[in-house]
Every structure is written in C-alpha cells, then in structure tokens.
C-alpha cells in the first residue's frame, strides 16, 4: 500500500455484480502544484496503466479526457507506452479535470489492483502531474463512482513511474 493512499469509507466501494460492472474508468485528478499556483495548463501526465494482475487492461478501447492542450496533447498520449508523450488539459480549464479509458469490456472496478502514473521529462511535467486524484468507475460513463483516493502523491521525479495500490 502507498503510504499517502488512503480507501474511501467501506460503504462507498460498489460490491461485485452487474451494477459494478462498467467499462468506464478515470482518473479526477482535483489538485497538482499547476492548479494550486492558477497555471494556464493545470494538469499533465505521461503514461496512465490500469493493472489487474500485473497486466495494464487499458488497451483496445477509447482514451478520453475532460479537455486537452490540442491534440498533439490528447488523451491517447497518456496510453501510447511512450514515456515522452504526454496528456495535458486545455488553457485556463480549471481543476479537477479527467483522463480515462473506456475499456473494450465491461469489468468488476476490483479486477483493478493498482494504477501507475509515469511522468516524462518534458519541462514543467512534474509541475503538473497530479498530487490529489480520484480512482472512478461508471457504469454508463455519465454517473461515476469514486472507489479509492489518493490525497497526496508526493514530488513527481522526470521519467520515472508511480503506482498506487488500490486493493
Ligand atoms: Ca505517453
């Protein structure tokens, strides 16, 4: 377990069964030391991997973001396998923003066991990499549900991985 990772109370986690299934999975990521300062680009991160038994499930869906810089900053950077290439949110939208994964089937939001996050070294990165998020899952990608928060991350160091233990 992060040491800095805390679970919501017990009664916010939906129990297995087809109203937890969902393919839809984001990250709120509500604060970085951008949003805290009122930068123009709140939010950046490179690489977002979605682990279920080792293996990072985020693949052969749909990315998606609340916003992006432009699309050489979309929401696909941050599931390319490239460390160099990066997400970032639009100018002035403000925090939280979102970036997430709509999975090609639907899953029990406990298949996922931990979360890596991995910033580049483009300069600024680390800046706007997330220190406060939000794990949710929604089941129709309009309601969403928060199953696990991180409330402080800690430094982000250039080209290196976090991961987040969810269960
Ligand atoms: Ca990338």
Do not use: C
């Amino acid at each position: 377990m992060f040491a800095n990772a805390v679970r919501p109370a017990a009664g916010m986690i939906r129990p297995g069964g087809g109203a937890g299934e969902g393919r839809y999975i984001r990250l709120l990521l509500k604060r970085s030391p951008a949003s805290d300062a009122g930068w123009t680009q709140q939010f950046a991160l490179s690489e977002v991997e979605l682990l279920s038994g080792g293996d990072d499930i985020a693949q052969g869906g749909v990315p998606i973001a609340s916003s992006q810089t432009s699309s050489t900053y979309s929401s696909a950077r941050a599931f390319d396998k490239n460390i160099s290439t990066y997400w970032q949110s639009a100018n002035y939208a403000a925090a939280p923003q979102y970036i997430g994964y709509i999975l090609p089937e639907p899953i029990l939001i406990e298949a996922i066991d931990a979360i890596r996050i991995g910033i580049g070294s483009t300069y600024g990165l680390t800046s706007k990499a997330p220190r406060e998020f939000d794990l949710q899952h929604s089941v129709d990608g309009e309601s969403w549900e928060t199953v696990f928060s991180v409330t402080e991350a800690g430094a982000w160091v250039v080209n290196t991985y976090k991961e987040f233990q969810v269960s």
